[in-house]
């Protein structure tokens, strides 16, 4: 079985408030898009994972190997497997690329076991991986509340013109940013505002995203927490050589299928 497991971008990402747990509050706007990792389950003698990328962890860390264990002791599951993760979605891009990842295991899993779990029940799963997890069972574009769980399918993807992802070298962790972020320095009309603290963090964004708007976008925004930004506009960016630059396209699943590019 090969399964496509899509990049996920925040059209607007605004932080509500701190929890008790430690967790912030957020709304935000998800929307899955068609530059994505293939994963590949294969039935074999013992489990395995690799994967095409050498500088990602194969062991018990990665989210795939956690979405296996977790199947495994929810259901009575028993088939061992070689995963081969063919990495695309650059790391700690604000992408959501580890979540897509658990999220479309979860899924493999539950068609190879014969579906124990329900939807909902592989949501809930999901959302003890990561917060970002239950947008995957999504049919692509969704409204997302609480820690990023709470999830509202939206009936029609986000009209995606002339939409660019530029991803500098570096990257950013979000427990890092989410640490950085002061709730009294929000810019009210901010799209996403994980950008403040990302900026403090690492200043050449800031000077990327200035760069980026001189060239004429209507539009240059974070996703996530970041590194990587969205720019909406009719020109094509101009950046540096070591910058990675994606042309993107929104995407959406149909009911009870998984996503296609
Ligand atoms: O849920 P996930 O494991 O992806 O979150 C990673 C970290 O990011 C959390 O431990 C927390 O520090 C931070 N986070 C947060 N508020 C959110 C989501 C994540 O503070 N809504």
Redesign the pocket.
């Known amino acids: 079985m090969r399964l496509f497991s899509p990049a996920k971008i925040n059209l607007f990402l605004k932080i509500l408030g701190k929890r008790g747990d430690?967790?912030?509050e957020?709304a935000s706007l998800f929307q899955a898009v068609d530059l994505g990792d293939w994963i590949t389950f294969t039935p074999a003698q013992e489990d395995r994972l690799t994967c095409t990328d050498s500088t990602l962890c194969c062991d018990s860390t990665n989210l795939v190997y956690k979405a296996l264990t977790l199947f495994r002791r929810e259901s009575d599951f028993k088939g061992l497997l070689s995963i081969h993760l063919e990495k695309h979605i650059p790391q700690e891009a604000g992408l959501g690329g580890g979540s897509s990842n658990a999220a479309t295991t979860l899924y493999a899993l539950n068609c190879l076991a014969k579906s124990p779990f329900t939807h909902e029940e592989l949501i809930e799963l999901g959302s003890q991986l990561?917060?970002?997890v239950p947008f995957f069972f999504s049919r692509g574009a969704a409204y997302c509340t609480g820690?990023?769980e709470k999830v509202f399918s939206l009936p029609i993807p986000y009209p995606m013109k002339n939409f660019w992802l530029v991803k500098p070298v570096e990257g950013l962790s979000?427990?890092k940013i989410?640490h950085t972020l002061r709730l009294n320095e929000r810019v009210p009309n901010a799209i996403n505002d994980l950008e403040e603290p990302a900026f403090a963090l690492l200043p050449s964004l800031k000077t990327l995203k200035e760069n980026l708007l001189s060239q004429g976008f209507e539009a240059v925004f974070l996703t996530g927490s970041g590194t990587a930004f969205v720019c909406v506009g009719n020109t094509i960016p101009v950046v540096a050589p070591d910058i990675k630059l994606f042309s993107l396209k929104s995407i959406v699943r149909e009911e009870k299928e998984w996503y296609k590019t």
Request: proline share 8%; no cysteine; net charge neutral.
């Open positions: 430690g967790y912030h957020i990561g917060s970002d820690r990023g979000t427990p989410y």
